[in-house]
């Protein structure tokens, strides 16, 4: 099992152009998620899907939107990308269902995005 | 917003010597979680606390969870250059369904 895989794993964007990272799970895992991590800040929740068909914002959404293709894929998209969203961005899944206390979370590799 | 409060944010210790990262929130959790990544790395699951005032180990590790369920503690025997690497808590509030993370401790061990 590959577990948690992301693409690309770099990327150079120049201001105003529009990028889609992949995430993919082979764990028949229900909740996916996005998170970024920027230094000194953890990381914090982008968007998550709690199941295939739903998907929630966030701590901090703008600038982004999500797709959650089927139970396997949630993709990730920068329409305007903005040197402020240069980060490292990390996919998670995980076994997560209503009145459940939650499970834990398994990461991608990440994907490191520079925005000129 | 809920917030949790992680601190230190960087701890430099010697080979052998102990560590401590405190994780504090501003809500009642249901459940906190820590995590572990290694320089250049992803984050790795380490261990999930549910009850008020619940400790756990793992090896050199003690993990403590508060009795009001605001708290948690990760503590580290006799630190290894395996070690190394920023730990991470997160909690999950009560009726929630997201995880809130801290900024991350970040050890560093002198051998």
């Known amino acids: 099992n590959a577990g948690v895989t992301q693409t690309p794993k770099f990327q150079v964007l120049k201001t105003g152009q529009s990028m889609t990272l992949q995430c993919a799970q082979d764990?028949?895992?229900?909740?996916m998620y996005w998170y970024r991590q920027d230094p000194g800040m953890g990381l914090r929740l982008i968007y998550y899907?709690?199941?295939?068909?739903t998907t929630d914002k966030g701590e901090v959404p703008n600038g982004y939107n999500v797709s959650r293709l089927n139970k396997r894929e949630f993709s990730l998209r920068l329409e305007s990308a903005a040197p402020s969203q240069t980060s490292v961005y990390f996919c998670?899944?995980?076994?997560w269902g209503s009145g459940r206390l939650g499970n834990e979370q398994f990461f991608g590799p990440g994907t490191r995005l520079t925005v000129l | 917003g809920q917030q949790v409060m992680q601190i230190p944010q960087y701890q430099h210790v010697q080979e052998g010597e102990d560590f401590t990262t405190y994780c504090n929130s501003s809500?009642?959790?249901?459940?906190i979680q820590w995590y572990k990544q290694r320089p250049g790395g992803h984050p790795v699951f380490l261990i999930q606390?549910?009850?008020?005032?619940e400790v756990k180990k793992q090896k050199r590790l003690t993990f403590q969870f508060g009795e009001a369920k605001k708290n948690s503690s990760l503590h580290i025997t006799a630190t290894q250059t395996t070690d190394v690497g920023t730990y991470f808590c997160?909690?999950?509030?009560?009726?929630?369904?997201?995880?809130?993370f801290g900024a991350g401790t970040i050890l560093r061990v002198k051998s």
């Open positions: 998670a899944s995980s076994e």
């Open positions: 809500t009642t959790l249901s459940n």
């Open positions: 606390l549910v009850k008020s005032g």
């Open positions: 997160a909690g999950r509030r009560e009726y929630g369904n997201k995880l809130v």
């Open positions: 764990m028949n895992h229900n909740s």
């Open positions: 899907s709690a199941s295939e068909g």
